[in-house]
């Protein structure tokens, strides 16, 4: 990005402060109560991590200017009004497209989801009083010159309708996959559970794909998981409908109590259900992933070699630089 551009990080460096400051001695907690009333997915721990995440993982100076340093020489071309529309399945997860918007020099018309506007709207309006004159609006009907949807693959071929006319990015449906090799330290499968269950596996980095070798031995796993174990009612509602009808199509499976392990090579189709799939050696995962990485997020392993690979744990904390779907967002901008 250009040095001179318009918008510089500070806002984005004192947005960070602000929240962590909000968050730690209770002021949000009136926001993230009005949130978890509008989603019943959305918890007040839930939410406290994602903004703890975003604080930590992406609104750290060095973070930020280490991020944008290859972008320095591109600079907007000229200024657009970029729609953002947000999903609502995790708490907060249109705020990296928003920001990008921002930091790219354009105009950012953002239209959250009904699930997760209480806290899109109070970012917006921590942003505005940071500095007034950044271009950041709802987008209430406005038409934008180029758009970022981000839904389900229903939603997305919507979307390719409706926006067909104009430079646009279309995120639709992915999950994520680890990959285990028997050689994981109890440290690791505990981090593993967080990278499944956190915001209980509703996000597309949300572990739902375990690869496991053929002679793995899943009790040491099933320990790990079976630890603090999932209350949430939705949650259990997911879990329990799901019990029901792997047992009624007589379809084998482990059950952890609050969750399934599910053999085959197919993916989860529900919260609460792991799919375990087995290989004999880690190239044949290798071998698979180019075939499926159009329906994959990341890749949890130490081992397997993967451009959205991370470490056990870290699937709910990306980086600036880790781009959904792997696409370079900051990219797409500069070039309109």
Known sequence: MNPAAKYPIGPFVELGRILQQELDEGRLDPVIRRATEANCWFTAESVAFAIRAICNDMLQPELLETWLRPYQKQGTKTVRRVGIIMAGNIPLVGFFDLMCVL????GCLYKPSSKDSVLIDHIAELLTGIDPSLPLQRMNGKRPDAVIATGSDNTNRYFRTIYHDMPALFRGSRHSI??????ETPADLAELRQDIFTYFGMGC??????????NYDTEPLMRALQKDPVTHPPYLHNYRQAF????????????????????GGEPAQTVSELACTRYDSLSEVEDWLPGHDSRIQCVVSDRIRHPRRVRFGQAQHPAPTDYPDGIDVMKFLLEL
């Open 103 to 106: 930091l790219s020099g354009h």
């Open 178 to 183: 680890a990959v285990l090799t028997g050689d």
């Open 205 to 214: 980095r949300n572990v739902s794909q375990l690869f496991l070798p053929r």
């Open 244 to 263: 029901a009808l792997n047992t009624m199509q007589g379809k084998p499976f482990t059950d952890g109590g609050f969750f399934l392990l599910r053999e």
